[in-house]
């Protein structure tokens, strides 16, 4: 099987930050035991052991944050543990979305668990397009571009909030509509989930600066848009915080999911 590449956005002696490619696990997995993890290709890379400081699902793309030490690998674990990490994704989902949202759903802490934690998702729509093509039960198709600020951290937060909303993500094969990821995969040929992590800013107690990495837009992503007719962002800017608690076009709403 050969491994999925992927980029290498920054690196120096304590963080390595790369563009993860869809459909790569982050860590071996039991029932892929032979499949190629992000842990082992980077620390190839790399020459030593790295350490993950947070997850990312296997079918999502974008942004990865990794340690070359345990102490920073702590440090940051809890900056994300506790909140601290500001962190933004892309997504293309079902259905016509406007202004600002503010996504409330506990969702359990692990995802074969029953106890349920507090999860909060900022959403902010950012395009649409209506797609002259019948899909399920309408004659036409409708998408968004949404930003999300995942406020907190949970497995598959923003999956399961977007899907809660009755706008799942396209190309979730979990959470997502089957009808939409079949057009997709037969009549676009894509087979991806489109989720993608766009950018994390953090801050380490030894260095002055925050810290700031963006992952590019895909061109397929553009190509794919472009067929579509759905608006991308020449370049991915990411929204303040306070953004997804105000809209000039729709006033925010808390939505209890």
Known sequence: MQAP????LHSD???IIIDKPPGLLVHPHPRAPNEPTCIGMLG???GHPVHPVHRLDRATSGVMVFATNPDIARELAGHFQDGLVQKRYLAIV???IWGAQLLDRPIRRKLDGEERAPARTGLIARSRTEVPHPVGPYDTARYSLVELNLITGRPHQARKHLHHLAHPVVGDKRYGDKAHNVFFQEHLECD???LRS???EFELEHRKEPQR???????HWYHLAE?????LPERYIPSPAEAFMDNETSDTEAIKL
């Open 5 to 8: 590449r992927f980029d290498v």
């Open 94 to 96: 079902r259905g016509y």
């Open 44 to 46: 190839t890379w790399a």
């Open 213 to 219: 990495f963006a992952a590019p837009m895909p061109p």
């Open 198 to 200: 766009m950018y994390i």
């Open 227 to 231: 067929r579509i007719g759905l608006e």
């Open 13 to 15: 002696d304590e963080l």
């Open 192 to 194: 991806e989930m489109l």
